[in-house]
């Protein structure tokens, strides 16, 4: 990582596949938040999917590194799959903060379907005091109070609300940020059934990703 970055965005998932409205809501949030650093973290085993991800972590990665491709200022981040195992946020996040001078700060960007279930995340009580939290608003899953979704009475007082429940401030200093932001419907799972389905979805993903997973036969005839 560029020891001259101040201001870093982690974005993590699945990326099965990674489409253009992940493409949308990072160059958003690069432009809104000022960040100077994207930095895209395949997962290799979401601990909060009931299964793994539907193609092997390679073909993830490299159709992430394909997409990011043409923007300089976005990168990946190889260390939860060369990791291995079960990918907690935690870990990314320390190993993140351990790569950078200690003033830089640290954005965590994510959907409010993932933000949902914070309360059940590893370590949840240290997540907020180790970085800035962005969450995107996501078909299907509106926003609520804070204290409904920590669902943990300690842990909501450590925040203040602040701009009419889109923004609030952690005792650390620490900001968690809510951006409603016109992104594509389209979920992953949903561009997987448009593929295996043999329906158009080229306009969903760029250009090298359509192009890699018609070269690798991703997708086709499978149960997803």
């Not at 958003?28 to 997962?43: G, N, Q």
């Not at 976005?74 to 950078?100: A, P, Q, R």
């Not at 279930?117 to 609520?144: C, M, N």
């Not at 690798?216 to 149960?223: A, I, P, S």
């Amino acid at each position: 990582m560029e020891k001259n970055y101040q201001k870093v965005g982690i974005f993590g998932g699945t990326f099965d596949p990674i489409h253009q409205g992940h493409i949308q809501v990072t160059l958003h949030i690069e432009k809104e938040l000022s960040l100077d650093h994207i930095y895209f973290v395949p997962a290799y085993l979401s601990p909060y999917k009931t299964q793994g991800s539907v193609v092997a972590a390679h073909h993830r990665l490299e159709m992430v590194k394909r997409a990011i491709a043409p923007f300089s200022h976005f990168s990946v981040s190889e260390f939860e799959l060369n990791k291995k195992g079960i990918s907690y946020t935690i870990d990314t996040l320390k190993h993140t903060k351990n790569l950078l001078p200690s003033q830089a700060e640290v954005y965590f960007i994510l959907g409010t379907d993932a933000f949902l279930g914070i309360s059940q995340w590893k370590q949840v009580d240290e997540l907020f005091a180790t970085a800035h939290w962005v969450i995107v608003s996501r078909p299907g899953y509106p926003f609520k109070p804070l204290s409904q979704i920590l669902n943990n009475e300690k842990l909501a007082k450590e925040f203040m609300g602040l701009s009419g429940g889109k923004e609030y401030k952690h005792f650390t200093g620490h900001t968690l940020y809510f951006f409603e932001l016109p992104t594509m419907d389209i979920s992953s799972s949903e561009l997987r059934e448009k593929i295996s389905r043999h329906e158009p979805y080229s306009s969903f993903v760029p250009k090298e990703v359509a192009e890699y997973i018609q070269a690798h036969h991703l997708y086709e005839n499978k149960d997803v």
